[in-house]
């Protein structure tokens, strides 16, 4: 159980303060009966609460999938920068809102928001190996011999990446399989046999691919089969 004021400002849907004066103007009411006060407790799972004759409807968390455009960057919030959580709606920008792994400000694509730490701890634990697929555009003709060292995994200084799948798709073009999310992990991948990366996009993690009806800044929330397989990591296209 919880306070109502409480569930009404974790859904982004009253502040405390606001809920307070619709209680007294009895505009809320739980399972059939008006309530004048909004500290009462409810069970926000299973009660039928309405806000001004509108339906609660209760998400413990979002999940949410945006194409991110270049340009924006991947933080809850920034000082100077518009972020990606910017581009959501204010009901949806909820209190630890956050994206669940990172993409540099000029990459692009799928990227998941969510205010469930624990999911996007399994998602991005370097235990799990959940895959990621990107697009990707460099500046060199791509050949069998990139596909081998990229089977054979990549050492870049000191930092030694695991095997990956990359598969040509035109001269200068390649879908590529990453089972780890290191910093720059791609870019640095195409550094170490001689390319740079001049488009980037994410396509897939875990088994959530990106919705291709989504345009750049557009979002929609993962239905629950998504959410059930972003974690997986049997997943692989290549
Ligand atoms: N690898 C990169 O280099 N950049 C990204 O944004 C994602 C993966």
Redesign the pocket.
Known sequence: MERLDRVLSGQNIATRSESKKLALKGKLMVNGKITKRSDIRVDPENDEIFVDGVRLVYKKHLYIMMNKPAGII?ASRDKNEQTVIDLLPKEMRRDGMFPAG???K??TGLILLTDDGELSHRMLSPKKHVY?L?SVECDKKLTGDDVRLFAEGITSGEIVFLSAALKITGDNTALVE?CE??????????HAIGAE?TS?C?LRIGGVYLDKELKPGQWRELTQEEINLITDSTIKDL
């Open positions: 991947s990172r993409l540099d000029d990459t990621k990107y990453i999310g290191k910093f720059h992990q791609i870019k640095k991948m195409f990366v980037l994410r």
